[in-house]
DNA sequence: GTGGTCTAGACCACA
DNA sequence: GTGGTCTAGACCACC
């Protein structure tokens, strides 16, 4: 269970814990229940401000991919939800679509990005289901 | 030439206007060669801050999807630059990788991504090539 | 007598044991100078540091629902007490008046709201009195 | 446009903030559309820190409260959303059971609950409705 | 030990 | 000017 944080992105580093942690539960690399490492472990094993990993950590709850037990530590939800957002889909589809016209500007073709589709596809669903 | 400009959205007003006329040039709706509204014109009609409309066509210029003739106009360029920039590419599969990724928690399987990219595809290249 | 204790509310594990008590006496589930069970036991059952069940069996005596007789155990007091606070009934005013806002926001009516203090109402006071 | 923060209550400062918003929105003291004070201007006319009322205006924007516009401000949202999350329902319930049981523990009988649940609808809709 | 809140002060992107 | 992010360091409630 390894974090890469780069913090030159301009991606906010919340938003990169984020991202990985919820990377790491579809892919299976995090089995529900099993428990996240402290704000304060993690804050010091990544190098970054505990108030940080704590937003995160929030963040995390808010979507209902994380539960966070007073006293105890935060654990993966038992149960991810899959709730059918129509505003979430459509961001979705609109960054979907800003990705292909930027593939576009930069050669890469259609057959590329399905090839790319079922890659990360394969990762998240391929190996359990 | 319709420009849709909502302030409310996240994404940085000019970068709605870039992500726009990139469109507009991929979709063949503005030609090469076409000229643009100067800066004035377009920030009064989408009602923004004309600082705003002319750090977007910077950025276009940058790009190299427009060009600037001093004292004449802003002009869509004549070939548009397919170049293949490794650091732009690991970007977009990047993007593309967490977009998959958001499907999954937003309940959007690989066959709904797979026929937008067909979608978006098609409206940039079908009806020409 | 059951409880049921939920670690993942944000509500802390003591406050819950509270408030599941003085919900019982005012249903008349406990009975006045019935015995409850030994911080040991009821700890071990519901599966929960002993220190917290003592917190709450403190607080439980503090606000006189329940009393301690060393060395026989602790029970449910003769009479309750129905002291009119004005703090307190001032703090239940403005949790009251959150809860309507509250509702307000969640699309729920001064209707249902009304059926529902009657309901819970009724379980208090309408099977005895 | 009146602020009353207590740091001496127990309920988090940002939380007053938030609770304060949508009561007067709900009041229609604050209309769509109307621009709320900046957060540097609201932290310094309250004496708190300014990400205390950052982290308030963000919740009220995750609950579409209010809208934010980058370097613009902070504005009450057009059209106040009523969602019916059976989630947030169960909750309200489950706050509105709590009052009622403390209530009557307070001495605090039915009719003067109904009569308080009036006065608040009263406050939010019986002004404009 | 755990997470939650708050302060003070800094820097940045955006309009 | 606006809000967003991050750091450093403090205090608190809960378990």
Redesign the pocket.
């Known amino acids: 269970m390894y974090f890469h944080i780069d913090?030159k992105k301009?991606?906010?580093?919340?938003?990169?814990i984020i991202q990985q942690v919820k990377e790491m539960v579809a892919k299976g690399i995090l089995q529900p229940g099993e428990k996240?490492?402290?704000?304060?472990?993690l804050?010091s094993r990544i190098?970054?401000?505990?108030?940080?990993v704590?937003?995160a950590?929030?963040e995390l709850?808010r979507q209902e991919v994380i539960v966070?037990?007073?006293?105890?530590?935060?654990f993966i939800n038992e149960d991810v939800i899959q709730a059918k957002d129509p505003k979430k889909t459509e961001a979705i589809r609109q960054t979907l679509k800003q990705t292909v016209i930027d593939s576009h500007y930069a050669g890469i073709d259609k057959k590329t990005i399905m090839e790319w589709v079922e890659e990360f596809d394969r990762e998240l669903r391929g190996d359990r289901e």
């Open positions: 913090p301009n991606v906010p580093l919340y938003e990169q996240l490492p402290s704000v304060r472990e804050s190098v970054i401000n505990p108030n940080t704590s937003k950590y929030q709850e966070t037990i007073r006293g105890r530590g935060t």
